[in-house]
Structures are given as C-alpha cells and as structure tokens.
C-alpha cells in the first residue's frame, strides 16, 4: 500500500507540474477557483488534484487557499530555482511514458523504442533532461576536481553535453583545454555553461555521435556516465576506442553509479540504483556495471593502473581512473 501510495503521489506531482500548478502558487496561496481560471482548466476536478497535493504534502490549504507545502517549496517552484523540477519533469515522463514498454522490453530483451530520439522528439524534455544532469553534476563537480590526478593538455569529454565536468577540470587545471562531443541538442545548454563560466577558448563543443569514430589524441578523457546507457558489448566497444585516443601516458576516467555500490551505501541507495539500472535496461538497452566490469574493459584496451577513486562527497558515484602505457 505504501507504494501504491508513492506511485500515485509521484504522478499528482508530475502531472500538477506540467500544469503549471507550482509556478503559479509560487506567486502567493490561492483558491482552486483561482488557479483553474488562471490554468485555463475546468472548475472541476482540478481541487480534487490540490486536495490529493495536500495529502501528499506538496502543498498545504488554510481556509479555501492553496500554497507550495514544504515538499515543492522551493524545490518544484522553478521560478525560485527549483532545482528538482528538472528531474520530477524528466523522470514523471520516463515512469509514465518508457516504463510502460517495460514488460515488452524484458520479453523482447531491448528497449521498445530508442532512448535519445524519444528524448529529442520534446525539446522540453531535452531541456529538463540536461539541467537534471547538470544540477547532479555541479554538486559532485568539486569533488570530482579533488579527486582526479592533475590534468594537462587536451581533455576529451565523451558524452560531456551540458559541459559542466569540463568547466571545473579546466578551472581546476589551468593548463588543461577541453572538447566536449555530444548530440546538438545536449550541447544547447552546454554552450551557455561554457559562455556563462568565460571559457569559451578552452572548451570546444563538437556536434557528434558516439558511434562516430572517435578523433584526436588527448592527454585525458572522460566517459561520465555513459558506459551504463550502453549494453556489455557497446560499452566496452566505447572503452577501447575511447583508449586509442588517448596518448601515452594520457589518462581515462570513468564515473559511475557502480552495481556493487561503496561501503557505506544504505538501504535507500541500494534501492535506488536498482531502480535505477532496470531503467537503463528498459529504456536504453544499459544497465549499472559493476567496477571490475569498467575495469576488466579497461585493461582489455591496454589501459593499466586501473584505480576506482572514492568522492569525498556523500555520494554512489565513484570515479574509476586508468592510464595509457607511457612509451
Ligand atoms: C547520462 S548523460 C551524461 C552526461 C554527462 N557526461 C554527465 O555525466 O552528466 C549521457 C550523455 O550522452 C549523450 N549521448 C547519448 N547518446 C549519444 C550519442 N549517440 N552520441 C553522442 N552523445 C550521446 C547524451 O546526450 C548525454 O548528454
């Protein structure tokens, strides 16, 4: 009952967001009346949506008047920086959209329709999906800057779309210069991180695919997040590509929610990455490796000095860091 619960909580706040609901009571409380004239919605059942927000706790009513509760307030209210918007938009469409191929996908043993296009079919959608990425990647940025060896030269960042992994490793290395290739249309907001952080002439956004031979020779790359949207085959396929381009000497990073999480991952982490890897399965064709996995690919691409590199961050992302045989 508890999930039945949390399954019906989560789309009454998925749904009320695409309506608008959390920007408007952003502005102050207001009747259901109110709302629905402002929302252009029917009278009805609008205030049977608010009363179940309530119950919810997304939001609370003092006589006939609606106001953000302590679950959306700020957190859903994008007007005041709401920073879980993004993922509530991208993951209310993931569960109400992708995971109802999820029985078609186990028994066909791949996604029903492919990830990236469904996502750029909505430029919304695209939108949300990189400023989640980007707000889970400015908190663990810092860390991720601590924790990599220093950083010289060209950097590659595979994948890299809203760019704010490079942005902090050049910040972080002022010899360091860095491309990032990923789909046009992740790069939109990449293009604005780097203008915004006046890096325009160290870090470059090259439109490509990963399928694409992958070009140069770079001191460093960066495969962040990326090896789990791709089946074993893929994945390792993109390791030992993205070794030959690198020089002797150069090296990789990885960073991954591994399957076998840190010691110190409680019940709720473990939950989540589960979760969270059946996604991958059902939407992508991915899923969570385990570190030997990433590793053993490594390793197979000549990489040696595979290391797997805890955050100093209360985090399940940790970075898995090899080397190029120096010649
Ligand atoms: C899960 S995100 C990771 C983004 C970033 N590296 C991070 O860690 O926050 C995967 C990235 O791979 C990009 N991507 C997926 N398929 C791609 C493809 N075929 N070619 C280029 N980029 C692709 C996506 O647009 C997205 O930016």
Known sequence: ???????????????????GVFELLGAGPQPAADLAAKLGLPAEPLPVLLDALVAFGYLVKTHDAYALGPAA????????????????????????????????????????????????RSPDRVRDFQDMLAGLARMLAPAVAEAAPPLTGSLLDVGGGH??????????????????????????????HVERAGLAERVQLVPGDLADHIDGRH?????????????????????ARVARALRP??????????????????????ALLAGFSLNL????GGRLYTFDEVASWASAAGLTGVERVALGTPSTDELLVARQEAQ
């Open 1 to 19: 009952m508890i999930d039945l619960i949390g399954a019906m909580s989560f789309r009454t706040a998925g749904t009320a967001q695409r309506l």
């Open 163 to 192: 760019a704010v992994y490079s942005i902090a490793l050049c910040q972080a290395n002022p010899d360091l210069r860095a491309t990032v290739i990923d789909l046009p249309e992740a790069l939109r907001q990449g293009s604005v």
């Open 73 to 120: 307030d700020p957190w859903l209210d994008r007007t005041a920086g709401g920073g879980f918007a993004p993922i509530l938009a991208v993951w209310h469409d993931l569960i109400g959209e992708l995971w109802t191929g999820l029985e078609a996908s186990v028994r066909a043993g791949a996604p029903p329709e492919p990830f990236y296009p469904w996502l750029v």
């Open 249 to 270: 000497g150069g090296v990789l990073l990885v960073l991954e929610p591994f399957a076998d999480p840190p010691a110190g991952a409680g019940a709720h982490d473990t």
């Open 281 to 284: 399965a059902a939407t992508q």
């Open 219 to 239: 001191d460093a790359a960066l495969l962040f997040n990326i090896v789990h949207g791709l089946d074993r085959e893929a994945a390792a396929d993109l390791v």
